[in-house]
């Protein structure tokens, strides 16, 4: 047998986090981490539990019913969605335009549907046209698109007339709101959106562990209708209803520090109301863009899909992307990523989500990253991307 290991002397560094999620965490969530445990039927959980189906309610736009935070990350939510709502021989359409569709259609064949793609290069967003043509093409009975693309930086506009489409062919549609739930406007109602599943370590500034997914009617008699059961025990949607519904009976214990965690950033964004909050993401991330903009970086994304809580910057000639990034770790504590894919070297990945999207973070990144490029040998002018954000805050 082997003696005790060394107890580590590490204690984890404190970050500024600008990169493609997790962000900077409230005060106020992580103390609410620190709640004492209840049991997960423990009759002041159950008030929690509605609580939180309420306030993600509020933050989706949505009446749903079926509202629930799924245990686990943004792909846990993921996977509870297309893994239920994908039957064996269903076809479901997905995008080409980045690296989360790419997941989609991974899961979709686990699920034992068959994927056909709507393409759009990586940095741009679908073109309703295109979307029209895979239906008339290929009849799927599931539609899935990002609508926050974070590895890419872009918005999808137009999601109205996708669902549009997509309803016209009485298919289903499966929303990606990962990067977009709390940050940037999302109307799950009012544009015709199935299915939609988040994360709550992007713009809800929460620890990664409890992820928000909502159903509609048409979405659930679906799952409920199956043949086969869903794959995955853990994620099926017509078990979970036994504990998130009227039941309220054990499946599995819920995470409930994570519950407590999300109820507490949800709150913050009721407090702050929900467009007000778009609005603070739209005004910090635009401060940001105008500082990078005026030191004489470049926006991926144009204006009209350009997605606030995650701006794609053209890395400038001459400097390594690796070495920028790893000196804003190393020298200034600040986290911020590199392109994906299609992308790799080309941009950064600089996210302005939830408590991190605040004059603070936005003015010392701007600072932080002209200093960084500049004396990496880049174009730069430090000076005029601060004073440029400045302005803007
Ligand atoms: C982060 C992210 C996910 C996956 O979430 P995890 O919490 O990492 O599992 C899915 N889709 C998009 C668009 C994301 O940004």
Redesign the pocket.
């Known amino acids: 047998m082997q003696d005790a290991p060394q107890v580590g002397e590490l204690t984890p560094p404190n970050r500024t986090l600008m990169g ?2 997790p962000s900077d965490v409230d005060p106020r969530v992580l103390r609410a981490m620190s709640t004492p445990l209840v049991g997960h039927l423990d009759p002041s959980f159950i008030e929690v539990m509605d609580e939180v189906q309420d306030l993600l309610r509020y933050t989706f736009r949505t009446d749903n019913q079926w509202t629930i935070p799924v245990s686990g ?3 846990a939510a ?1 996977e509870a969605a297309i893994g239920n709502v994908v039957e064996p021989g269903d076809t479901m359409l997905v995008p080409t335009n980045g690296y ?1 569709g790419g997941r989609m259609a991974e899961m979709a064949r686990r699920a034992g549907g068959d994927v056909v793609h709507v393409d759009a290069p990586w940095g741009e967003p679908l073109s309703p046209a295109d979307v029209a043509d895979a239906f008339a093409e290929h009849q799927p009975d599931v539609f899935g698109f ?1 609508h ?3 590895s890419t930086g872009v918005r999808q506009p137009d999601v109205s007339e996708l669902t549009s489409i997509a309803h016209g062919h009485d298919a289903l549609v499966v929303a ?1 709101s ?2 977009s739930i709390g940050g940037v406007e999302l109307r799950v109602d009012e544009w015709g959106i199935d299915v939609a599943y988040a ?1 709550p ?2 713009c809800l500034s929460c620890p ?1 562990g409890a992820s928000p997914l909502t159903l509609n009617d048409d979405a659930m008699d679906k799952v409920l209708s199956r043949e086969e059961p869903a794959r995955s025990w853990y994620l099926d949607l017509s078990l979970l209803e036994g504990y998130w519904g009227e039941e309220r009976a054990y499946h599995h214990t819920a995470p409930i520090t994570n519950v407590y965690a999300l109820r507490e950033a949800l709150r913050l964004v009721a407090e702050e109301g929900i467009e007000r909050r778009w609005q603070r993401h739209e005004r910090m991330a635009g401060a940001l863009k105008a500082g990078v903009e005026a030191m004489g970086l470049e926006m991926n994304a144009p204006d009209e899909y350009w997605l606030p809580s995650l701006n794609a910057v053209r890395v400038p000639a001459g400097v390594e992307d690796g070495q920028v990034i790893s000196r804003l770790l190393d020298e200034y504590d600040l986290e911020i990523a590199g392109g994906l894919g299609d992308l790799s070297g080309e941009i950064f990945r600089i996210g302005c989500m939830g408590h991190s999207a605040r004059p603070k973070n936005v003015t010392y990144l701007v600072n932080a990253l002209g200093s960084v490029l500049e004396e990496e040998g880049a174009d730069v002018d430090p000076a005029a991307g601060a004073a440029a954000t400045a302005k803007k805050l």
Do not use: I
Request: aromatic share 6%; charged share 15%.
């Open positions: 493609p999620g990350t943004g792909s993921m989360f990002v926050a693309e974070t990606d990962v990067t994360g370590q992007k990664p």
